[in-house]
């Protein structure tokens, strides 16, 4: 087996549908990559599990009666697959013909090379923004923060982006977004599989770290592309989904920056919650779209608890 897709679900069951059609497209295109899919469905109640069994028996099926999470849920699924290769993608994407075959080209001539991914693209065509460096204590306050809100184009999230690089070149980058990453099984047997302690967000950032102090380069490949439907899942439950980024932001700095920074920057963030808490009630005050309001004053405040 050349190539093992590990695909991690949570009701998302017309994305999946088209993401898997587009993995069996690209795989009769280049049939001299054989490849296998692994489907980890985390507690679906939209039928997800119920549509791959009846439309793609091609693919293995591995329903959990919890949400694992994606380090969770792709290490599940890596175990069972057979690949020299792993492609761990979210189910919000759809792959280009020949995205498969570059990948796998790609890494075959690039031994050194322990990961690779492709260029993500938003729906329209445009280019997703998908190569990283690995965070700095400026990034970590300025990036996703309200103070990245007010001051988008700072210095500190222009590095961390790559905004100075070239994005239709190919390139070795610090880390690549886990929508879509291709790793050698080499380097996955060596580095480990993804810490199970980020639920969601930064399991991969801290792989790809782990994957550099073993030797290992992460590689980005633009010829290679693949549509990302960003979000979709997480979506559906957005004070979740910030509460995760920010809970693995934290634990993120403690390991890489020691407890006292993870210490200030949790102090931070409380704080820049609370503020938005207090802007939005004061406008819910002023009567200005207040359901609106009131959604955005609820989601806040289980932040703020939570944190």
């Given at each position: 087996?050349?190539?093992?897709?590990?695909?991690?679900?949570?009701?998302?069951?017309?994305?999946?549908?088209?993401?898997?059609?587009?993995?069996?497209?690209?795989?009769?295109?280049?049939?001299?990559?054989?490849?296998?899919?692994?489907?980890?469905?985390?507690?679906?109640?939209?039928?997800?599990?119920?549509?791959?069994?009846?439309?793609?028996?091609?693919a293995?099926?591995?329903?959990?009666?919890?949400?694992?999470?994606?380090?969770?849920?792709?290490?599940?699924?890596?175990?069972?697959?057979?690949?020299?290769?792993?492609?761990?993608?979210?189910?919000?994407?759809?792959?280009?013909?020949?995205?498969?075959?570059?990948?796998?080209?790609?890494?075959?001539?690039?031994?050194?090379?322990?990961?690779?991914?492709?260029?993500?693209?938003?729906?329209?065509?445009?280019?997703?923004?998908?190569?990283?460096?690995?965070?700095?204590?400026?990034?970590?306050?300025?990036?996703?923060?309200?103070?990245?809100?007010?001051?988008?184009?700072?210095?500190?999230?222009?590095?961390?982006?790559?905004?100075?690089?070239?994005?239709?070149?190919?390139?070795r980058?610090?880390?690549?977004?886990?929508?879509?990453?291709?790793?050698?099984?080499?380097?996955?047997?060596?580095?480990?599989?993804?810490?199970?302690?980020?639920?969601?967000?930064?399991?991969?950032?801290?792989?790809?770290?782990?994957?550099?102090?073993?030797?290992?380069?992460?590689?980005?490949?633009?010829?290679?592309?693949?549509t990302?439907y960003?979000?979709?899942?997480?979506?559906?439950?957005?004070?979740?989904?910030?509460?995760r980024f920010?809970r693995?932001?934290?634990?993120?700095?403690?390991?890489?920056?020691?407890?006292?920074?993870a210490?200030?920057?949790?102090?931070?963030?409380?704080?820049?919650?609370?503020?938005?808490?207090?802007?939005?009630?004061?406008?819910?005050?002023?009567?200005?779209?207040?359901?609106?309001?009131?959604?955005?004053?609820?989601?806040?405040?289980?932040?703020?608890?939570?944190?």
């Open positions: 087996m050349d190539l093992s897709v590990v695909i991690v679900n949570w009701n998302v069951k017309d994305l999946l549908r088209s993401c898997l059609h587009s993995l069996l497209t690209a795989a009769q295109t280049f049939p001299q990559i054989r490849t296998e899919i692994i489907v980890v469905d985390s507690a679906s109640t939209d039928g997800s599990a119920e549509m791959v069994c009846l439309e793609f028996p091609q293995l099926l591995v329903v959990s009666p919890e949400n694992l999470g994606y380090a969770k849920g792709n290490n599940t699924g890596a175990k069972l697959t057979q690949g020299r290769y792993l492609l761990l993608l979210n189910p919000d994407t759809e792959v280009k013909p020949d995205t498969l075959q570059q990948l796998v080209n790609y890494l075959d001539a690039h031994p050194k090379a322990g990961a690779a991914g492709p260029q993500l693209l938003w729906p329209d065509g445009s280019i997703q923004s998908s190569r990283r460096r690995f965070p700095t204590l400026g990034s970590l306050f300025w990036e996703s923060t309200l103070l990245g809100q007010w001051f988008p184009h700072n210095r500190y999230a222009r590095q961390y982006h790559c905004a100075d690089q070239p994005v239709d070149q190919v390139q980058v610090d880390w690549l977004v886990g929508a879509a990453i291709c790793l050698r099984r080499e380097t996955w047997q060596q580095v480990g599989p993804l810490e199970e302690s980020f639920f969601m967000y930064f399991e991969e950032t801290d792989w790809c770290r782990r994957c550099a102090a073993a030797g290992w380069e992460v590689h980005y490949l633009p010829t290679a592309q693949i990302h960003e979000g979709k899942s997480s979506e559906q439950a957005v004070a979740a989904r910030s509460l920010q693995s932001k934290l634990r993120y700095a403690r390991k890489y920056f020691g407890p006292g920074w210490t200030g920057l949790h102090l931070f963030l409380w704080a820049t919650f609370a503020w938005q808490w207090s802007e939005e009630s004061a406008k819910w005050l002023l009567g200005h779209r207040r359901e609106l309001r009131r959604q955005r004053m609820d989601a806040y405040g289980q932040i703020l608890r939570s944190l």
